[in-house]
């Protein structure tokens, strides 16, 4: 269903990005952010599954600035390299990774010739709470468990368009005060918690949880054709 295709940034950078297109007209865009281990299979297949719910999707390489070509797994071994790579884009001067992210929103919306919305994992999930206070042309946001958007450098960005967030309950990477906090500070964002750990979403990981990823999956999508209908 899919394909790469290259992107170029506002500072000329180029890089890969998933695509994956609908049957028919496009009934708007996402784009999705992937985790930590890079546009992964699991990532492809996120993208694939909103190009069948009717929407044109991008899965943009957010590593590539640092690493090129990277695919990891799940394993202890592939957590390690992952996180190795998120500090290395983190530490890059800003805006670091956040120009890739608009041209793939700016591609999304091209493309689709419709409102874009932004979906992200983990490290994405923070990307995306980011994009949705920083970036231009987007209608949604939809943070699933982000690590860092309840620090309190995090918490003070105020979202240009409307956030859904999704956390899980027993995530050990991200307190559950701290969620709560984060709901208190932005009565404005529409917070579910689930009883899950940290990665619900990914049907590679250990901690799927089946329940949890299907209710957020439905109301993902149910806020995505509110707000990009």
Request: aromatic share 10%; charged share 15%.
């Amino acid at each position: 269903m899919g394909q790469f295709v290259d992107l170029t940034s506002s500072d000329g950078f180029v890089a890969p990005a998933w695509i994956a297109k609908p049957e028919g007209t496009p009934r708007g865009a996402v784009v999705v952010l992937q985790e930590i281990f890079g546009v992964n299979s699991h990532i492809r297949s996120v993208a694939d599954r909103y190009a069948a719910s009717g929407y044109l999707a991008v899965a943009p390489s957010t590593f590539h600035r640092v690493q090129q070509g990277v695919e990891l797994g799940y394993t202890g071994d592939d957590m390690q390299a992952g996180m190795g790579l998120k500090a290395a884009v983190e530490a890059l001067p800003a805006p670091g990774v956040m120009p890739d992210v608009q041209a793939a929103i700016d591609y999304a919306a091209q493309q689709s010739g419709g409102k874009v919305g932004i979906v992200g994992y983990c490290w994405g999930g923070l990307l995306t709470w980011r994009s949705a206070c920083q970036l231009q042309g987007l209608s949604a946001a939809v943070p699933y468990y982000g690590g860092g958007v309840t620090t309190p450098e995090e918490v003070a960005r105020t979202p240009k368009v409307p956030v859904l967030a999704h956390f899980g309950e027993r995530d050990h990477w991200i307190p559950l005060d701290s969620v709560q906090a984060f709901g208190k500070a932005h009565p404005e964002v529409e917070v579910h918690v689930y009883a899950a750990d940290h990665g619900f979403n990914c049907d590679q990981r250990g901690s799927y949880d089946e329940a949890a990823a299907n209710t957020a999956r439905e109301r993902t999508l149910a806020f995505f054709a509110k707000h990009l209908g």
